[in-house]
């Protein structure tokens, strides 16, 4: 797990100004409110006064309000407000928590987990079809699924896997000659691609519609990742006939991913198709997680000679060597230290307001050192 890059937190309806929504990322706690303009705000969960969960506690003239003894938090995340204290007293510096930049896009609210300035950041990935005339948005899916995050982008990256996995759920089957062949990939800001051509006749279009609105021709599909965490899946059936798949992954912990999925589609526009093309999604989801749960070990090893990769593994190697760039930038998470030490003591994940301010109370999460 990496620090610096643009995560899901919640779909957009689970947030309210109502009352404050908890998510976990990185394995750490967040919350996340809105504020009487309706802008999201995600901030650390752990109250710096003795540790409460913030978002066991409630939304209140902007702030969010601790639940143990009523400390106010503002939307950057200091405390403004200590019932308890006396009129010559001034609320401490001290009492401030992480907050986290925030967009909000495609009905989910995304957070900035790291402390990169703005100009440095990786970038949140660009839905173009989104609002398109001649596109069709699903609703937002939010599926949990049992495994490392790193596991289920690498599923996601993997076209060998579709014919055995969802023979009968529309996935271009990788024909025996495809196999063979080396993957192309082009890389592309903070991640890499591929593109191939499949062949129609063996793909199951039957199950998303009526196969006769797909003129006959050549299937071109591709995946792709940008970042650690978001990975794009294109279908394009002909040139009418489309989907282009967005799934943006947060992983809870080291064994629970929450995949947050877009699915853009230029055909089968009706409303009444949304339902059909969700069990769909549904029941392919289904089908990578019962795989995904068993997968040993849990997380992607630590060397490449613990598995035997072949050429159809090509963009899973690509998107390692990825993983293995920002290890050294020094974003990588270190799990063991993190898991040794917690009880002892809370971590945040860095915010911006690190750079430029200090007095910080909770640690920062623990990094693997830079080489
Ligand atoms: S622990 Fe939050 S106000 Fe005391
Ligand atoms: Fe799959």
């Given amino acids: ?4 890059f643009w995560y899901p937190i919640a779909a957009s309806d689970e947030v309210t100004n109502k009352e404050p929504h908890r998510a976990e990322v990185l394995g750490l706690k967040l919350v996340t409110y809105r504020d009487s303009e309706g ?4 901030l650390a969960d752990t109250c710096t006064h003795r540790g409460a969960s913030l978002g066991k506690g409630w939304v209140k003239e902007d702030c969010v ?15 403004t407000k200590i019932p308890s204290l006396s009129a010559d007293e001034n609320v401490p510096a001290r009492a401030k928590v992480d907050s986290y930049p925030v967009q909000e896009k495609y009905d989910i609210v995304f957070a900035f987990l790291g402390d990169l300035p703005e100009e440095e950041r990786p970038p949140l990935v660009e839905v173009p079809e989104w609002g398109q005339e001649g596109w069709r948005a699903n609703r937002l899916l939010v599926f949990e699924v049992p495994t490392f995050y790193e596991r289920s982008i690498e599923n996601g990256l993997d076209p060998s896997h579709n014919a055995f996995v969802h023979p009968a759920q529309g996935s271009p089957v990788m024909q025996e000659h495809l196999a063979r062949q080396p993957l192309e990939m082009e890389d592309i800001p903070w991640g890499s691609k591929f593109m191939m051509t499949f ?3 063996e793909t199951g279009t039957e199950a998303l519609g009526d196969p006769t609105t797909i003129e006959p021709t050549e299937v071109n599909a591709g995946s792709g990742f940008v970042g650690p965490n978001q990975m794009i899946t294109w279908i394009n059936f002909s040139e009418k006939n489309k989907f282009s798949q967005y799934f943006f992954e947060a992983p809870v912990n080291e064994n629970l991913t929450r995949v947050f999925f877009v699915n853009m589609r230029s055909w089968l526009l009706e409303p009444e198709m949304d339902e059909r093309l969700t069990k769909v999604n549904a029941a392919v989801a289904k089908e990578d997680i019962d795989v995904l ?3 040993d070990p849990v997380r992607t090893p630590p060397t490449a000679s613990e598995e035997v990769l072949i050429r159809s593994d090509g963009a899973v190697s690509r998107y390692r060597q990825g993983l293995q760039e920002w290890t050294e930038k020094g974003w990588r998470i270190d799990i063991k230290s993190l898991r040794e030490q917690r009880g002892d003591r809370a971590f945040a994940i860095p915010c911006p307001s690190r750079r430029t301010s200090k007095n910080w109370v909770q640690k920062t999460i623990p990094l693997v050192s830079k080489d």
């Fill in 1 to 4: 797990m990496f620090i610096n």
């Fill in 39 to 42: 802008n999201a705000h995600v």
């Fill in 65 to 79: 309000v601790c639940p143990y003894h009523g400390w106010e938090f503002d939307k950057d995340g200091q405390c």
């Fill in 199 to 201: 062949d129609n006749k």
């Fill in 293 to 295: 749960r068993e997968l």
